[in-house]
C-alpha cells in the first residue's frame, strides 16, 4: 500500500476476508489510514502445503513457519504434529524465502505451492492434509477508477457514539432498497467506544438509488 501511495506502483493485492478465519484485520485498518480505492475483487481458492529444503522429513521437522491466518487455517494439520512449534511470519511466501536461505532441515514453511516452486523447496505435505479455504483479494489503486459494469461498492465511515447513529446510516440503503452484503467495524484509535464502519452494497455510480443512499451517507458520517 505504501508503494502504491507513493506513486512507485500502481495497483496492490491485498486478502481481505477468508472463507474460515474470517476478515483480515490489518488491512481493513491499512485501508482507513492509506485513503486509496478499492478498484476490484477477486476470490481465489487458497491451497496451502507444507514445503521444507528437499530431501528434509518430516521426522527432522522442529519449526514451521507462516502467516498467522495461514496457521490458524492449518491448525488441524499442525496440531497433529504437537512436538513442532509455529512461529508468526509477516506473509505465507515470507517463510518460504526464510526456509530457501538459511537452508536448515529442521525448519518448514506453509505456504503455496508456486511459492515453493520459486524458492526450491519440496512440498513435504498435500493440500489434501491441509485444510482448504477460499480467499477475497481486493486490488487498490491511488486512483478511483470506475467501471461502468460495476456491481458493488464498498464504503468506510465513521460516526459519534451516541444512540440511534448507526440506525439512522443504515436506513439510507433501506429507504433506497438497496441490499447490503457486508458491514464490519473496527475502532477507532484514540477514540473510546468510537468505530469506523466498512460497508459492501450492491448498485451502481449510475443509479438515482445508488447516488441518493450516498448523499445521505455523506451528510450523516
Not at 512461529?87 to 508456486?114: F, P, Y
Not at 481486493?138 to 457514539?161: D, Q, T
Request: aromatic letters at 8%.
Amino acid at each position: 500500500m505504501e508503494e502504491v501511495a507513493s506513486g512507485k506502483a500502481d495497483y496492490a493485492v491485498l486478502p481481505i476476508e477468508n472463507s474460515t478465519e474470517g476478515i483480515v484485520t490489518d488491512i481493513y485498518d491499512l485501508l482507513t489510514e492509506y485513503q486509496l480505492y478499492i478498484v476490484g475483487e477477486q476470490g481465489m481458492k487458497v491451497e496451502h502445503v507444507l514445503l521444507g529444503i528437499p530431501g528434509t522429513s518430516l521426522e527432522e521437522i522442529k519449526t514451521v513457519y507462516s502467516h498467522p491466518q495461514a496457521l490458524a487455517q492449518c491448525k488441524k494439520y499442525l496440531e497433529s504434529h504437537p512436538d513442532w512449534k509455529a512461529v508468526k511470519t509477516e506473509n505465507t511466501a515470507g517463510a518460504a524465502k526464510k526456509i530457501h536461505e538459511e537452508l536448515d532441515r529442521t525448519q518448514a514453511a506453509i505456504a503455496s505451492r508456486a511459492a515453493g516452486e520459486l524458492y526450491g523447496l519440496s512440498v513435504m505435505a498435500e493440500t489434501s492434509a491441509i485444510m482448504r479455504n477460499v480467499t477475497r483479494f481486493i486490488i487498490v489503486s491511488a486512483h478511483p477508477v470506475y467501471e461502468k459494469s460495476a456491481a458493488k461498492i464498498s464504503v468506510s465511515f465513521e460516526l459519534p457514539h451516541e444512540s440511534g447513529t448507526l440506525y439512522h446510516m443504515l436506513s439510507h440503503f433501506i429507504y433506497n432498497g438497496l441490499s447490503m452484503t457486508k458491514i464490519e467495524s473496527r475502532p477507532i484509535t484514540g477514540k473510546k467506544w468510537e468505530y469506523r464502519f466498512f460497508v459492501d452494497f450492491e448498485g451502481n455510480l449510475e443509479e438515482p438509488a445508488v447516488k441518493n443512499a450516498l448523499r445521505g451517507l455523506e451528510a450523516e458520517a
